[in-house]
C-alpha cells in the first residue's frame, strides 16, 4: 500500500479472460468462413439474439466497439478517418462511422488481414447516423440489410401498440433472414439466445450496481474493457457465463473491501463515450485521489435495470426468474423487444429530462461528488441534449464539468486543457493533489 | 508578510507582491499591493520568462527574493514556475482576487487572451462552478485581436471605433479563420469600420455570455483579464448579459494574480 492508500487493492482476476474472450470474438469472425459460417454485421444495439436463430455459426462484428478499438490505435484511427473523409465524408459525422468506413475502403481489418466483408446487415436505429452507416456499407459492399425501427418512445409510455410496431419487424426480419441466408430459422436457438441476453444484460447491470459500495470495487476504466463483451455478443452463451462469473468475484472484491482505486476519497462519474486514445485521463483523476465510479453510458448502454421495491435502482429481473415461460417464437420476440425498449441508453432520444433523472438516481445512490461531461463531437446521438442534462444536474446542486473531445477523432480532443478543466473541477470540489 | 501571485498566461506574464497590512483591530487580514506589477511579453521558455518576470517585479518592488514568504502560481503555464510554493487553476485565481476587489460579487467573467471563462463564486471568494470555451478562441481576446489586425485598428481603437455604432450585424462563424473571412466581406462590401468592429465585439460578448449562462448569471457581475480595456466589449458584454453594472477592476489584468498572492498568504495562516 502507498502513502496515500486508504484501501486494499488488488487485480481483477477476470481481466485476463475477459481480453481473450474479446479476442476470440473477432477472431471468429474474421474466420467465419473457414467452416462455410455467416457473417452480419450491425451495432451494437442490434437486436443480435435475432440471428442467432440461423445456427451456431453465425458470427457478428459490432461496429462501435471495433471502431473504438482502433480509435485505441490513434495512428490506424487517423488512416481510416483520413480514408473515410478522402471518400467524400464529411468530419462532423461520427467517428465510429468514420473509422469503420475507412478501414473497410482500405480492406484493412484491425486485427490483421483484409476487411471481412458481411454476408448481411441487420441494424437498429433509434441513433440517426445507425441506418446511413449500414446504408453505405450495403451499397459498397453489395449486401442485403434490414433495418429495425425501435423509435417508439419512452419506455415508461410502452402499449401494445408501439410493442407490436417493434414485434411484428422482428417476426418480418426473421422471414428476411430465412430469405437472403438461404438457412431454415431456428426458434429453439433464439429463445436460447433471448435468454442469454437478458441474462448478459441483467447480470451488468447487477454487476454496475455493486460500485455502489465505498469504496468502489470498479472503476469505469476497467469497467470499459468488461461491459465491452456485451456491446459485442450479449445473446451469446459464453458473455453471460462471463458475467455470471465477474458478478461474483465483483461481490467478493465488496465483502472484502477491495477498492479499484486504494487512494479513493472524491467519487465522479462521466457520460457518453469517452475520448479511447486518451483513457489515462481516468488514471489522472486518481492523482487526486478521485474515481469514476462508471456513467450511465456503461451503466445503461447494456445494462437492463429496473425499480426495486425499497426505490433503489436495479437489475431488471429476467422473465426466466419470474418463472415465465419462452415457448414460442412470438412470445421470445414480445419479451425480448419489451425487454430492449426499457435500455436506458435509448430514453434521453425522446426527452433528455429523462436521462437528467437517471443521472441524478446515479449520483445519488453511487455516492457521486461530481459529474463530467464530455461533450463528446464524434457522437451526435449520445450527446443530444447534454447541456440540458447540465443545466438539470447544476440546479440540483451537482458540481459539474465539461469537457470537449471526440471518442474516436483525437484531433478533436486537447489533453493539456482537459487535464487543466480537471484541475478546475478538483478545486471545485475542494481536492489538491495527492502527494507520489 | 509579504507573498506574490504569478499568472503565467498565454501571451503576458502578470506578477504581483502584495503586503499584509495588518491592520489593528480588523477581523480579518487586510492585504495592499506592495508595489510592482510587471506585464512581460510572454516567451517560448516559460521557466525563464517566469523567472526574468519574477526578478524585475522583486527588484522594482525594492525586495529580496527572501522577502518574500510564498508564491502561488496561475495560468496556462503554471506549472513551469519552479519557484512557486503552489499553483492553483484560473478559477480558482480568479475567483478569489475578484471577491478581494469586490466581496459581494457572484459571477465573474474572466476573458483574457487565451480563454473566456465564466465561474461562479461564492461568498468566501471560492469557485463552485464554472464553464470556459473549449478549443476555440471565439469567446476571447486573441479573437477581437485577430478582428483587429484585420480591421487595421488597434485593439484601443477598435473598442472605442464599436462605440460610434449602434448596428447590429450578426457574425454567424464560429470560429476564428471563418469570423475573419467575414470581416473580409463586410469591409468588401463597404461597411463603415465602427460597424464592423460593434459586430465583431458583440459576438464575442454574446458567445462568453452563453458561456457564462451555463454557471448561471447572480449579481454581482464582476469582469476581469485585458478584455475590460476593451470600451466596446464591455458595452457589449453588459447588453448581452442583461445587467445593470458590471464591476470593471482597475487592474483587470491582474487579478487573478491577486488571488493568487492571497491565496499563497492564507495558505501561511
Known amino acids: 500500500m502507498n502513502a496515500t492508500a486508504k484501501y486494499p487493492t488488488e487485480p481483477l482476476k477476470l481481466w485476463k479472460k475477459a481480453k481473450e474472450l474479446r479476442d476470440q470474438y473477432y477472431l471468429n469472425y474474421a474466420k467465419a468462413k473457414d467452416n462455410g459460417g455467416l457473417r452480419w454485421s450491425g451495432s451494437a444495439w442490434a437486436l443480435d439474439a435475432i440471428p442467432a436463430g440461423l445456427g451456431d455459426d453465425v458470427y457478428s462484428l459490432t461496429s462501435e466497439p471495433y471502431a473504438a478499438s482502433i480509435a485505441h490505435d490513434r495512428k490506424f484511427a487517423k488512416v481510416c478517418m483520413d480514408a473515410a473523409e478522402s471518400y467524400g465524408f464529411a468530419r462532423d459525422l461520427c467517428s465510429y462511422m468514420r473509422i469503420y468506413w475507412g478501414g473497410m475502403h482500405l480492406n484493412k481489418y484491425l486485427f490483421g488481414g483484409p476487411f471481412p466483408k458481411p454476408d448481411f446487415i441487420f441494424q437498429t436505429q433509434i441513433c440517426c447516423s445507425h441506418s446511413k452507416w449500414y446504408q453505405h456499407v450495403a451499397k459498397y459492399e453489395k449486401v442485403p440489410d434490414f433495418y429495425l425501427d425501435v423509435g417508439v418512445g419512452p419506455y415508461k409510455t410502452l402499449d401494445k401498440d408501439r410493442l407490436d410496431f417493434v414485434v411484428n419487424q422482428l417476426h418480418d426480419s426473421i422471414e428476411w433472414m430465412e430469405k437472403v441466408t438461404g438457412r431454415k430459422y431456428d426458434d429453439e436457438k433464439l429463445i436460447a439466445a433471448v435468454k442469454n441476453e437478458m441474462r448478459s444484460t441483467s447480470l451488468w447491470a447487477d454487476i454496475c450496481a455493486q460500485n455502489k459500495a465505498v469504496p468502489a470495487p470498479l472503476d469505469e476504466k476497467t469497467m470499459y474493457s468488461l461491459y465491452v463483451l456485451a456491446t459485442l455478443q450479449k445473446s451469446s452463451k459464453w458473455c453471460a457465463d462471463f458475467y455470471a462469473e465477474l458478478l461474483d468475484e465483483v461481490k467478493d472484491r465488496v465483502a472484502r473491501g477491495i477498492a479499484a482505486v486504494p487512494n479513493e476519497r472524491c467519487r465522479v462519474i462521466s457520460d457518453t463515450q469517452p475520448p479511447w486514445g486518451f483513457l489515462k485521463v481516468f488514471r489522472y483523476l486518481e492523482t487526486y485521489g478521485a474515481v469514476s465510479v462508471g456513467s450511465l453510458y456503461t451503466f445503461g448502454l447494456e445494462g437492463i435495470w429496473e425499480d426495486k421495491p425499497d426505490g433503489s435502482w436495479g437489475a431488471r429481473t429476467t422473465p426466466m426468474d419470474q418463472g415465465i415461460e419462452i415457448k414460442d417464437r412470438d412470445t421470445a420476440l414480445r419479451l425480448y423487444a419489451d425487454w430492449n425498449l426499457s435500455k436506458p441508453q435509448w430514453q434521453h432520444f425522446y426527452d433528455p429530462q429523462l436521462k437528467t433523472e437517471m443521472m441524478l438516481r446515479i449520483v445519488r445512490e453511487w455516492k457521486v461528488n461530481g459529474v463530467m461531461l464530455h461533450l463528446n463531437r464524434g457522437c451526435e446521438g449520445l450527446s443530444l441534449g447534454i447541456m440540458e442534462n447540465r443545466l438539470g444536474l447544476s440546479r440540483a446542486g451537482v458540481p459539474v464539468m465539461t469537457f470537449e473531445g471526440n471518442m474516436g477523432d483525437e484531433r478533436e480532443f486537447d489533453e493539456v486543457r482537459t487535464q487543466a478543466r480537471v484541475d478546475g473541477f478538483m478545486e471545485q470540489l475542494g481536492l489538491r493533489k495527492l502527494a507520489a | ?269
Do not use: W
Open chain 2, 1 to 269: 508578510m509579504i507573498t506574490g501571485g504569478i499568472d503565467m498566461g498565454s501571451r503576458t506574464i502578470k506578477v504581483v507582491l502584495l503586503e499584509n497590512l495588518d491592520v489593528e483591530g480588523a477581523p480579518q487580514l487586510r492585504y495592499a499591493v506592495k508595489k510592482a506589477h510587471i506585464m512581460f511579453p510572454g516567451e517560448l521558455d516559460q521557466d525563464k520568462a517566469a523567472e526574468q518576470a519574477y526578478a524585475d517585479a522583486l527588484a522594482a518592488a525594492g525586495l529580496k527574493r527572501e522577502d518574500v514568504a510564498a508564491v502561488f502560481a496561475t495560468g496556462a503555464g503554471r506549472k513551469q514556475v519552479a519557484f512557486a510554493a503552489d499553483a492553483v487553476t484560473e478559477m480558482t485565481a480568479g475567483a478569489r482576487g475578484a471577491s478581494y476587489f469586490f466581496p459581494t460579487v457572484r459571477t465573474v467573467v474572466d476573458v483574457g487572451a487565451e480563454e473566456g471563462r465564466g465561474i461562479k463564486v461564492d461568498a468566501a471568494g471560492k469557485p463552485t462552478d464554472f464553464a470556459g470555451n473549449e478549443k476555440c478562441a471565439a469567446g476571447a481576446g486573441s479573437f477581437a485581436e485577430a478582428m483587429s489586425r484585420a480591421l487595421q485598428l488597434d485593439l484601443k481603437e477598435f473598442g472605442e471605433a464599436s462605440l460610434k455604432s449602434d448596428r447590429t450585424i450578426p457574425m454567424n462563424a464560429q470560429c476564428t479563420v471563418f469570423a475573419e473571412s467575414e470581416v473580409v466581406s463586410l469591409i468588401h462590401a463597404s461597411t463603415p469600420k465602427e460597424d464592423i468592429a460593434k459586430a465583431v465585439l458583440d459576438a464575442v460578448a454574446s458567445r462568453c455570455c452563453a458561456m457564462v449562462r451555463r454557471v448561471g448569471i447572480e449579481t454581482d457581475v464582476a469582469l476581469i483579464g485585458g478584455m475590460v480595456h476593451n470600451v466596446g466589449f464591455v458595452r457589449a458584454l453588459k447588453a448581452a448579459m442583461d445587467v445593470d453594472e458590471l464591476k470593471l477592476p482597475d487592474m483587470p489584468e491582474y487579478v487573478s494574480a491577486v488571488g493568487c498572492a492571497l491565496l499563497a498568504a492564507e495558505s501561511r495562516h
